[in-house]
Antibody, heavy 124, light 106 residues
Framework: QVQLVESGGGVVQPGGSLRLSCAAS????????MHWVRQAPGKGLECVAV????????YYEGSVRGRFTISRDNSKNTLYLQINSLKTEDTGVYYC?????????????????WGQGTLVTVSS | DIQMTQSPSTLSASVGDRVTITCRAS??????LAWYQQKPGKAPKLLIY???NLEDGVPSRFSGGGSGTEFTLTINNLQPADFAIYYC????????FGQGTRVEVK
């Protein structure tokens, strides 16, 4: 069965950095676009970044562009999110999510499987 | 960016009720719309995609409709497991979600 397991969250000061990971199993990871979606405490969902199945195309939400970098290692079935210059408003649970459609290159997509999330807290 | 607006924000209902949630897009998204259910402390769960297609394993009491800019999620014969928060998401472009609708016990 499909499993997505995030890790790497924690407490970090404003301006700091973190690298989130998402270990995938149960499907052909290299065939699917992957997404990061975040949720601030008590708030709604926000798409943050998406990467195409082969890593060749990447798209970001406007407020994180230039600070966040999505990447993947298909040989390790792992998705990453490097987050730099963290702000307090970046606090929240970060989910990795699998795109329903295979071999997608564009930024659009919906999510048929989600991880359990990893909490990022930005606080001084 | 395409803005998604859900109504109502909170819906009070009883077991057995039929409830409808509306989602409006700031521009046409054709039928590129998904619905998710989220329970406290859990990841969202896909219910419906392409506006009206029921995801495998989702009970048939859930249904979706609409196209263009206006969409609905209907739950017939509301069950105790259905009290949760529901989100719509457009995927015509880079995904954006509605703000959520909480379905609570009346």
């Amino acid at each position: 069965q499909v499993q997505l397991v995030e890790s790497g969250g924690g407490v970090v000061q404003p301006g700091g950095s973190l690298r989130l990971s998402c270990a995938a199993s149960g499907f052909t990871f290299s065939s699917y676009a992957m997404h990061w979606v975040r949720q601030a405490p008590g708030k709604g969902l926000e798409c943050v970044a998406v990467i195409s199945y082969d890593g060749g195309d990447k798209y970001y939400e406007g407020s994180v562009r230039g600070r966040f970098t999505i990447s993947r290692d298909n040989s390790k079935n792992t998705l990453y999110l490097q987050i730099n210059s963290l702000k307090t408003e970046d606090t929240g649970v970060y989910y990795c999510a699998k795109d329903r459609s295979s071999v997608r290159r564009g930024p659009e997509g919906f999510f048929d499987f989600w991880g359990q999330g990893t909490l990022v807290t930005v606080s001084s | 960016d395409i803005q998604m607006t859900q109504s109502p924000s909170t819906l009070s209902a009883s077991v057995g009720d039929r409830v409808t949630i509306t989602c409006r897009a700031s521009q046409s998204i054709r039928n590129w719309l998904a619905w998710y259910q989220q329970k406290p402390g859990k990841a969202p769960k896909l219910l419906i995609y392409r506006a009206s297609n029921l995801e495998d394993g989702v009970p048939s009491r859930f249904s979706g409709g609409g196209s263009g800019t206006e969409f609905t999620l209907t739950i017939n014969n509301l069950q105790p497991a259905d009290f949760a928060i529901y989100y719509c998401q457009q995927y015509d472009t880079f995904g954006t979600f509605g703000q959520g609708t909480r379905v609570e016990v009346k």
